[in-house]
């Protein structure tokens, strides 16, 4: 429980108060959450109200990107304003011996700043391949070649990762030291992703084959 | 992509514009959504920025709660003021033959409102014994009874689902018609979370058996 691991919040509203000491402002360990979980919650001012959508974010280098309809309300509302990205993984169900210890093994990353829209169509077009790509490698170049409207309906935003934190927290319960001598059993009841078995679409041509790199993907 | 699955939305913003043809307002499915799917995202403002902050959430009738630390920023922060609590579940990547059909298989919901303080000790009691047998039940009465020190020291926030919507996205992907014919494997890759086996905590009294219930957790 020392403070050892989080010395250096880069921001007050990112220093962690809360248990503390899950808490990492290194990057090594806000990229590899980054990286194994590309559903982020994109937190936004929108009229006065918080709004918190859920859409997919993908990492280069030391910023965070996501995309999306150019004239869709998450797009428009979160361009050059404050907001909040956030991104978690369950790990699993940490069954104390005292309810007010129950808690859950996680990994979560938080990141603040004001996203930029990238404008250039062949920047676009890059980091858009490079999206597709991080599911299934090599996937860009088999798929029907992108056109220049779909690049222009399309909005990318990118956010820095200089404001960022990560709390983990994984391992047994910790219950108050009288507790142990209580009758009941504690343990950790693990919780993953999985990914099934791929479901071809019934519409495909007869000669196509499900791509090698698929079986490649994780998540988690 | 008919508008009859989406005719009353309760309010503006809960409304969804962006792919209207997934939106759900009905209370059967977004119970299912919220009773699937513990973890939410509740996203407000704090110092003039949004946050968002992952919590564990569950429903009791027509209404959503969650637990925190009394003093915690994210409880004193949303206790009356506006929040956006999201739910989301992912249950697949679906591969098109272009990049921008590219899509993911999801079940999300998002509520509105302005939380409420449940201050009543015995009523905060009652809701937590239903949030730990939640997971497992009958679990709350094998644990180290809960003091009133427990009590005071957690706050339980709750919302009604007035103001909730759903968005649900499943099977195949949908390409233009003319990108049908373009050999490529189109599908979906399926995607869901999986309970492991559960670790015992080495600290564990020799007599202590794993309860029956836990084997009934499921989750997603």
């Known amino acids: ?6 010395p250096n919040a ?12 899950l808490a990492h402002y290194d990057k090594e360990t806000i990229y590899a ?16 109200n918080p709004i918190v959508t859920p859409t997919l974010q993908w990492r280069e280098g030391n910023r965070v990107y996501w995309h999306g309809a150019a004239h869709g309300r998450m ?33 979560s990353v938080m990141v603040f700043g004001r996203p930029e829209a990238v404008t250039d169509p062949q920047e676009k077009t890059r980091l858009l391949k490079r999206f ?3 599911y299934v490698p090599g996937q860009w170049d088999r798929l029907r070649p ?4 779909e690049i222009n ?24 030291d009288d507790d142990y001598a209580f009758p009941v059993w504690a343990g950790v009841l693990p919780i993953r992703l ?21 079986s490649a993907f994780s998540i988690g």
Chains 1, 2 share one sequence.
């Open 1 to 6: 429980m020392s403070d050892a691991a989080s």
């Open 33 to 48: 959450i980054l990286d194994a979980m590309p559903v982020a919650h994109i937190g936004y001012i929108h009229d006065g």
């Open 146 to 149: 992108v056109t220049s409207q």
């Open 132 to 134: 597709v790509d991080g």
């Open 75 to 107: 797009m428009t509302a979160t361009d050059g304003a404050e907001v909040c990205l956030t991104v978690s993984i369950l790990d699993g169900l940490v069954l104390a011996r005292a309810a007010f210890n129950f808690n859950i093994n996680h990994r």
């Open 153 to 176: 309906a399309t909005t990318i935003l990118s956010l820095p990762l200089s404001e960022a934190s990560a709390k983990l927290r994984a391992g047994p319960p910790e219950d108050n």
């Open 10 to 21: 880069p921001s007050n509203r990112s220093r962690i108060n809360r248990y503390r000491w």
């Open 194 to 214: 999985s990914v099934g078995v791929p479901q071809p679409d019934p519409r495909n041509l007869a000669e196509v084959t499900v791509p090698e790199t698929l």
